[in-house]
């Protein structure tokens, strides 16, 4: 019991960070602050406010109940600013960017806490493009970046500690894919050729191996990520289609301590043809935690053992798309709900254009925990959230 009430206050610290977007997505809507002398910065930003109700329904009367929320979405509300100069024929980038909660009135004041999830510099030439400082990983990178509801709301597990959190929702985050959580790195990106690229990074390892009595946790080598993507065209479709990995090891100077080995395997495919859009993907991982890539509750990770996948379509008609969403993540004990557990999510979103900086979306999503032998976490939750996004 004291184990899961650990977990649980994490994944309720974590919950801010339980969302992704990357630079390059927000490019077309930044604003250009300065461009002169091979020199441009410009800044770019998103929020976002929901009204959701959530129906709790979980194993203890205690619990269940109707609970009202103005909350963010599964995105959180950012600002950021980029940094570009050509130089000896090279192309100096950087990027840092804020993230931020909305809800801090009910217990902390004004503790509006301030996330810094990218703070890095690029170097890019024909040969291709390295990155250093903090970015998100690269596994599971595409699976949560390619969401079909990315801009929506999602799953808030109560059992997880998200339906009166002060943080985001969670998305699709556990019922179909983990989160990649931003790290140190240094990864490079080869050139797209006949729309293939690559991706390698080492990262700072995370400490998936408790210190002991009489012996201490380390990580010899760093943490390995990479990512392939292809994009091609076939029968009028444009596809786009990925494979990432992660792997790392931790030890411990106390002989007696096992060492525990983390690797993770994903893998999908868009598919969008004429207002249709259809997605695919999924996971398979071990030793590493099926929410966070950070491995949260590293004492359990020895042996655990997840997998999921996520399906998708969407439909655009004039300014609206429609999207459907199923995913699930099937895991045997991460250290969340102790004995492990099956997670699943259903949905449906409708997205409105106003403009091209301003959405409004209405979502009505369902979230379900089978425990495992016999597990008191059982959970199904209903949330309908209706909220508008701005960004530029």
């Given at each position: 019991?004291?184990?899961?009430?650990?977990?649980?206050?994490?994944?309720?610290?974590?919950?801010?960070?339980?969302?992704?977007?990357?630079?390059?997505?927000?490019?077309?809507?930044?604003?250009?602050?300065?461009?002169?002398?091979?020199?441009?910065?410009?800044?770019?930003?998103?929020?976002?406010?929901?009204?959701?109700?959530?129906?709790?329904?979980?194993?203890?009367?205690?619990?269940?109940?109707?609970?009202?929320?103005?909350?963010?979405?599964?995105?959180?509300?950012?600002?950021?600013?980029?940094?570009?100069?050509?130089?000896?024929?090279?192309?100096?980038?950087?990027?840092?960017?804020?993230?931020?909660?909305?809800?801090?009135?009910?217990?902390?004041?004004?503790?509006?806490?301030?996330?810094?999830?990218?703070?890095?510099?690029?170097?890019?030439?024909?040969?291709?493009?390295?990155?250093?400082?903090?970015?998100?990983?690269?596994?599971?990178?595409?699976?949560?970046?390619?969401?079909?509801?990315?801009?929506?709301?999602?799953?808030?597990?109560?059992?997880?500690?998200?339906?009166?959190?002060?943080?985001?929702?969670?998305?699709?985050?556990?019922?179909?894919?983990?989160?990649?959580?931003?790290?140190?790195?240094?990864?490079?990106?080869?050139?797209?050729?006949?729309?293939?690229?690559?991706?390698?990074?080492?990262?700072?390892?995370?400490?998936?191996?408790?210190?002991?009595?009489?012996?201490?946790?380390?990580?010899?080598?760093?943490?390995?990520e990479t990512e392939v993507t292809y994009e091609f065209e076939l029968g009028g479709a444009q596809i786009y289609s990925w494979v990432n990995g992660a792997y790392q090891t931790s030890e411990n100077t106390d002989p007696a301590v096992d060492s525990v080995t983390s690797k993770g395997l994903g893998y999908g495919v868009q598919a969008k043809m004429g207002a249709f859009t259809v997605v695919g993907s999924g996971f398979q991982a071990k030793g590493i935690n099926p929410f966070f890539t950070n491995n949260a509750g590293e004492p359990t990770l020895r042996e655990v053992d997840s997998d999921g996948y996520l399906l998708q379509g969407s439909y655009r008609f004039g300014k609206n798309r429609l999207a459907l969403s199923y995913g699930k993540t099937k895991d045997d004990g991460n250290g969340v709900v102790n004995t492990g557990a099956d997670y699943e999510t259903r949905g449906i979103a409708l997205f409105r254009d106003i403009n091209d900086n301003l959405k409004l979306v209405a979502e009505y999503n369902q979230f379900e925990i089978d425990g495992h032998e016999g597990s008191a976490q059982n959970e199904d939750t209903d949330t309908f959230a209706v909220g508008a996004v701005l960004s530029w």
């Open positions: 019991m004291h184990n899961k009430k650990i977990a649980q206050a994490r994944l309720s610290r974590l919950a801010l960070a339980a969302a992704v977007a990357l630079a390059s997505q927000q490019a077309a809507a930044e604003i250009v602050l300065y461009d002169k002398d091979d020199t441009t910065f410009s800044t770019d930003g998103y929020v976002n406010a929901f009204y959701v109700n959530s129906d709790v329904d979980r194993d203890g009367e205690q619990f269940d109940r109707r609970q009202s929320r103005v909350k963010m979405g599964f995105l959180p509300n950012w600002i950021g600013f980029n940094m570009g100069k050509q130089v000896d024929g090279l192309q100096l980038g950087a990027r840092s960017s804020f993230w931020v909660t909305i809800n801090d009135s009910e217990t902390n004041g004004t503790a509006t806490a301030i996330d810094v999830r990218q703070f890095y510099g690029t170097v890019t030439g024909d040969w291709g493009e390295v990155l250093v400082g903090k970015d998100f990983g690269l596994f599971a990178r595409s699976n949560i970046l390619l969401d079909e509801l990315l801009a929506g709301y999602g799953q808030v597990s109560d059992t997880l500690g998200l339906v009166d959190g002060g943080g985001v929702s969670f998305g699709n985050i556990g019922s179909g894919y983990p989160y990649p959580f931003p790290t140190s790195q240094i990864t490079y990106r080869s050139v797209k050729t006949d729309g293939l690229r690559a991706a390698v990074g080492i990262m700072d390892p995370v400490d998936t191996n408790d210190d002991s009595p009489t012996g201490k946790a380390y990580q010899e080598n760093p943490r390995f």
